[in-house]
């Protein structure tokens, strides 16, 4: 599976963005897929999970009820709506998939990694 990640730029405090990930491959409908982001400094960090079928999402604490996770298996594309967003969203994000549906928020649970979106918010 090749992932490409789309949507990022910058936003002020406060803004929305959608960020996509276009999947390669029949098989994509098999995998579950999770967005990650990692800020400069900082380590990657769990931001949200979709299960195969869409019909199970998981999310960071932190971002409960701003960000919201999805995907169409009919285009091959997981989203990542981020709303209100603060100047600590600040990141590079990344989308992933992986072929099973624990250890949403491990780094090394994925198989596939995209190439990663930079959002930018400003105060």
């Known amino acids: 599976v090749q992932l490409q990640a789309s949507g990022g730029g910058l936003v002020q405090a406060g803004g929305s963005l959608r960020l996509s990930c276009a999947a390669s491959?029949?098989?994509?409908?098999?995998?579950?897929m999770g967005w990650f982001r990692q800020a400069p400094g900082k380590e990657r960090e769990f931001v949200a999970g979709i299960n195969w079928s869409g019909g199970r999402t998981y999310y960071a604490d932190s971002l409960k009820g701003r960000f919201t996770i999805s995907r169409d298996n009919a285009k091959n594309t997981v989203y990542l709506q981020m709303n209100s967003l603060k100047p600590e969203d600040t990141a590079v994000y990344y989308c992933?998939?992986?072929?099973?549906?624990?250890?949403?928020?491990?780094?090394?649970?994925?198989?596939?990694w995209g190439q990663g979106t930079l959002v930018t918010v400003s105060s």
């Open positions: 491959g029949r098989t994509f409908s098999t995998y579950a």
């Open positions: 992933a998939a992986k072929s099973d549906g624990s250890s949403w928020y491990i780094v090394g649970r994925y198989d596939y």
